[in-house]
C-alpha cells in the first residue's frame, strides 16, 4: 500500500462513495476499501443483470449515477479503489486489511473515514436453526446479487421498511410469498404517517410495496405478538399469532429481521465513545453533527453512524468529506453546506417516523423461550444465559459471554449480542445499558485460514 499516509475511506456504500468522490473531486486521492467486489454497499448495490428488469423499479434514481460516478473516478485514477478487500483491525495510524488474493497487508493513515454501514437485528425465533431461515438481507442479496430466490414459497417475518421492500421484490420476481407477519401494528404506521410524509418517494414506495403484496394475494399480518418456525430437518412451515388469531404457514424458507443496527466494531478498536440511546434501546457512537468523531481524524459516516437510508448515507457522507476537506484548511462551499444540512434535517425526521411506525418488539425478546437457541454460532439458549447470570450473578455482557461461550463465535456476538443483553438485563432486573455491550476485537471479520500476512517490502 501507499508511502504517503493516504486518506482512507473504509466501505463503498452510498455513504462511503459520496464521501470518496467528493475528496477526489476537490484534488485528493482517497484510497477506498470494500470487502464486497463492487460498490454500492446494501442498499444501492448493483443487481445481477438476470434480476435487473423485475428488480430496477424500486432501486432509488441515485444509486446508479452514484455507482458510475465514483467508477469513473477509480477509472481516472482519483480514488483507489480496493474491492473484495476486508478492513480486520486498525489503530489510531494503521489499518490491515485481507486483500481478495488471502493476504493481509497494512497501511498507516492521516483520515480516515468510516462508512461500514449497518446490520441486521435478529431476535431468536423458536426452530429458527434449521436450513431456510434466512436475514431479510441475506434472502434480498441472494435475489440481487445472484438473482435466486432462497425458496420456492418464503414466509417474511419482522418489522421495518426492509420486511416489505424484500417480500414485495420476491413477489416482482415471481417467487411465491407465504406471508407477511410484522410485529408491527397498523396502529403504528398510522400515527407516524404525518411524520413520514417528510420523505414522500420512500413512503410512495412504502405504499407501493403493499399495494404489490395486496395485489399478489399475500396474507399480510400486523401486530403479531408471537411467531415461531416449524420443522426438524428443514423448514416446513411458520405459525403466526396475532391478539385475534394463530395460523400456520406452509413455506419452505423464512426470511427475518427486526430493523437494523450500527456496525460499530471499528470504532471500538479506536475507542471511539459509543453511547446508549434510550428511545431505540441501541448504542452510537459519538459524532459531531457533520461526523466528526472525539478521535482526531477519523469521521463516521452513513447508517454506521445513523440508520437513515441510502440517501441520507450518501448525504453524510458528501457532509463528512466537506467537513474533513475543511479541516484540512481546504475551501468549502457554504451554500452547499447549509443545503445538506436542511435535507440531513428532513431525513432525521424521517428516520424518527420510521422508527415510530416499526418499533423494535422487546416484548417478544423479553418472551424468548428457554429452549430457543440465541446464539446460531455456539448453540447456545437462553436458559444456559439465565442460569450463568442466576448463578453466577452476573451483570455484564462480556462476563456473560466468557462464562458461556454466547457470542464466541463466527459472528463475533454481531447477531446474538443485542439479545443477549436484554436477557442478561431482564434477569439481573437492571436497565438494558447497564449490562453495556459486547467488547470488539481484532479481527474484526473472520479469516480464511489461508491468510497469510503480505511480504513486507525489502528494506533499501
Ligand atoms: C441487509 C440490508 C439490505 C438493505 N436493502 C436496502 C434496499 O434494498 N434499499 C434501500 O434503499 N436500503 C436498503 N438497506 C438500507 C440501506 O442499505 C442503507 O440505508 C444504506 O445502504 C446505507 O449506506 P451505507 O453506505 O451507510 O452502508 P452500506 O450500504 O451498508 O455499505 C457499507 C459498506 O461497507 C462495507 N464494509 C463493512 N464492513 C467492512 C469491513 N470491515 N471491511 C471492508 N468493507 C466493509 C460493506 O461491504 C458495504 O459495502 C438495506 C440495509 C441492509 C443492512
Known amino acids: 500500500m501507499s508511502a504517503e499516509p493516504p486518506i482512507l475511506v473504509v466501505g463503498a456504500g452510498p455513504a462511503g462513495m459520496a464521501a470518496a468522490a467528493t475528496l477526489a473531486e476537490a484534488g485528493l486521492r482517497p484510497m477506498v476499501l470494500d470487502k464486497a467486489p463492487s ?3 446494501q442498499g444501492w448495490r448493483a443487481p445481477n443483470p438476470a434480476a435487473s428488469a423485475p428488480l430496477a423499479s424500486f432501486d432509488s434514481d441515485g444509486a446508479e449515477p452514484a455507482r458510475e460516478r465514483f467508477l469513473e473516478l477509480a477509472r481516472r485514477g482519483r480514488i483507489d479503489w480496493y474491492p473484495g478487500t476486508t478492513v480486520i483491525d486498525v489503530t489510531r495510524d494503521r489499518l490491515w486489511a485481507l486483500g481478495p488474493s488471502g493476504e493481509v497487508d497494512s497501511t498507516t493513515w492521516s483520515r480516515l473515514v468510516l462508512c461500514p454501514g449497518a446490520i ?6 423458536p426452530g ?4 431456510g431461515v434466512y436475514t431479510l438481507g441475506g434472502a434480498q442479496t441472494a435475489l440481487k446479487a445472484q438473482a435466486c430466490a432462497v425458496g420456492r414459497r418464503v414466509a417474511f417475518v419482522g418489522t421495518g421498511p426492509l420486511l416489505w421492500l424484500a417480500a414485495a421484490q420476491h413477489v416482482a420476481c415471481g417467487v411465491e410469498v407465504a406471508v407477511v407477519a ?11 404517517a404525518p411524520a413520514l410524509l417528510a420523505d414522500r418517494d420512500r413512503l410512495r414506495l412504502g405504499l407501493r410495496c403493499t399495494r404489490i403484496l395486496r395485489r399478489a394475494g399475500v396474507p399480510v399480518l400486523r401486530g403479531v405478538r ?23 404457514f406452509a413455506c419452505d424458507a423464512v426470511a427475518t429481521s427486526f430493523g437494523l443496527v450500527p456496525q460499530l466494531q471499528l470504532l471500538d478498536l479506536l475507542d471511539v465513545p459509543i453511547r446508549f440511546e434510550p428511545e431505540g434501546g441501541s448504542w452510537f457512537a459519538e459524532t459531531d453533527p457533520d461526523g466528526r468523531t472525539p478521535v482526531r481524524g477519523v469521521h463516521l459516516a452513513g447508517d454506521a453512524a445513523r440508520v437513515r437510508g441510502a440517501a441520507a448515507a450518501a448525504l453524510a457522507g458528501e457532509l463528512t468529506a466537506l467537513a474533513l476537506l475543511e479541516d484540512l484548511g481546504r475551501p468549502v462551499d457554504t451554500a452547499r453546506l447549509a443545503r445538506l444540512r436542511r435535507e440531513r434535517h428532513r431525513h432525521a425526521r424521517f428516520a424518527r417516523a420510521l422508527a415510530r411506525a416499526f418499533p423494535f418488539p422487546a416484548a417478544l425478546e423479553d418472551a424468548i423461550a428457554d429452549d430457543t437457541i440465541v446464539c446460531r454460532c455456539e448453540g447456545i439458549t437462553a436458559r444456559v444465559l439465565r442460569e450463568a447470570v442466576r448463578a453466577f450473578e452476573v451483570g455484564e ?3 456473560a459471554k466468557a462464562l458461556t461461550r454466547c457470542g464466541m463465535g463466527r459472528c463475533q456476538g454481531r447477531f446474538c449480542g443485542p439479545t443477549m443483553a436484554r436477557l442478561v438485563a431482564r434477569a439481573r432486573g437492571v436497565d438494558l445499558d447497564a449490562v453495556g455491550r459486547l467488547r470488539s476485537q481484532p479481527p474484526v471479520e473472520p479469516l480464511p485460514a489461508r491468510a497469510r500476512l503480505a511480504e513486507a517490502e525489502p528494506v533499501a
Open 39 to 41: 460498490p454500492g454497499g
Open 120 to 125: 441486521e437485528r435478529i431476535l431468536p425465533l
Open 128 to 131: 429458527w436453526t434449521p436450513p
Open 182 to 192: 410484522d410485529t408491527a401494528r397498523l396502529g403504528d404506521g398510522l400515527a407516524a
Open 226 to 248: 408471537a411467531a415461531a418456525i416449524v420443522g426438524e430437518q428443514r423448514v416446513e412451515a411458520v405459525r403466526i399469532a396475532t391478539n385475534r388469531s394463530e395460523r400456520t
Open 397 to 399: 455482557v462480556n462476563r
